[in-house]
């Protein structure tokens, strides 16, 4: 353990992603860059009696390719995706653990509602074979932190280890409090990020009636459910996923000659405090996550050129996170660039941060902003910059979004690298 200081710079030196847009970053990179939706008919359950049919599904996926069938058959498809994003980022950061690292590496590594897959089957496996028949390894499985502690297990990052739980924004957060524990002294090293898996007939039937979802516009194909922005948007997309970062010290990175593909220089966090389901009136609540990004190393506003947004295609959440934007960012809005990038993933829930957040690392690293699918048809109300396609230009800055139920609201803010 080192000592606090708030002043030392930290960056992000490896990315893996498993999405509904491809399983590995090289693939969801094209994906987002060249317009391939990851939306199509659910195939997890039967929809046929639901109005409801697209989700943002994870394809072709092998676990073994990550983990030992033993082990992964006794858990779900959570902890899956997420020790394969962590496998993935630490080979693509270089980092190796060690006897001699291994108490300086951590894990900050969250979801949203864990396997809750597993306690929904283990229950049907109670009703209709008995208690005897019920799995002894289902509570430990379907924890909302079995990811963090099945990834350092898996990886032998023995250091601070947590796994953070705020719904949607759950991703974000792990990456804003992977760089604070940095910053502390904690560790040299963490790996971050959240995953989830919320692709379940129960889940599906709780947002129906919730009146979440979407649908495509008449006649048009799956890959249209999810308009972020736009006037015509109804709702949004269940999807599933992970992404993992390797969050680091600067100093650890350059010393090891590692790539480092953006810095992290803000991160906000802030309560609506207000309903478990509604936004605060205006986003007030993430107006106040994205000034305290900015603040808390003293970023101006006009320095952010795009925002990969929350962007879930609800009715009132644009309009409201919209509103956020303008609060925050003001009459320098008009020239920030908005990528959505849900409009081909879907709302991958717990995991929308981390993805999103890997999603605009890579933005910065190419200069390159992803268009925004399906964005027809301005609203007024959504008064923001969408790209419509996608452009290369200068981006220096660029934050992520997120909003999540219960009012949990963050922020983080990347940098380009630049050497210096």
Known sequence: ??????????????LG??????????????????????????????????????????????????????????????????????????AHSGLEITEENHYDVGVIYGSGGGGQGLFINNQEVWHTKGARAVSPFFIANGLVDAASGTIAIETGAKGHNFCPVSACSTGTTSIGEAAEAIRRGDCIA???????????????????????????????????????????????????????????DLEHARARGATIYAEIVGYGSAADGFDMIAPAAKGEGSARAMKMALERRDVPAEAIDMINPHGTATPM???????????????????????????????????????????????????????????????????????????????????????????HNAAVIFKRYTGD
């Open 1 to 14: 353990m080192r000592k606090p200081d708030y002043n030392r710079r930290v960056v992000i030196t490896g």
């Open 17 to 90: 992603v498993v999405s509904p847009v491809g399983n590995d970053l090289d693939t969801a990179w094209d994906s987002l860059v060249n317009g391939r939706s990851g939306l199509a008919p659910i195939t997890h359950f039967d929809t046929t009696p639901y109005e409801h049919k697209v989700g943002g599904e994870v394809k072709n996926f092998d676990v073994t390719q990550y983990w030992n069938f033993k082990d992964a058959r006794r858990t779900e498809s959570t902890v899956h995706f997420a020790v394969a994003a962590a496998k993935m980022a630490l």
């Open 190 to 248: 963490v790996i971050a990020g959240s995953a989830e898996s919320p692709l379940l007939e129960l889940v599906h039937i709780g947002f129906t009636n919730m009146r979440g979802l979407g649908n495509p516009l008449e006649g048009q194909p799956p890959s249209g459910a999810c308009r972020p922005f736009d006037r015509t948007r109804d709702g949004f997309i269940l999807g599933e996923g992970a992404g993992a970062l390797i969050v680091e």
């Open 317 to 407: 959440g644009d309009k409201c996170e919209s509103e956020a934007i303008w609060a925050a960012f003001g009459k320098h809005t008009p020239n920030i660039l908005i990528s959505a990038t849900k409009s081909m993933t879907g709302h991958m829930m717990g995991a929308a941060g981390s993805f999103e957040g890997i999603a605009t690392v890579m933005s910065i690293y190419h200069q390159t902003v992803p268009g925004t699918l399906n964005y027809h048809e301005p609203d007024p109300e959504c008064n923001v910059n969408v790209a419509t396609e996608t452009i290369e230009r200068p981006i220096n800055y660029a934050l992520s979004n997120n909003i999540g139920l219960g009012g």
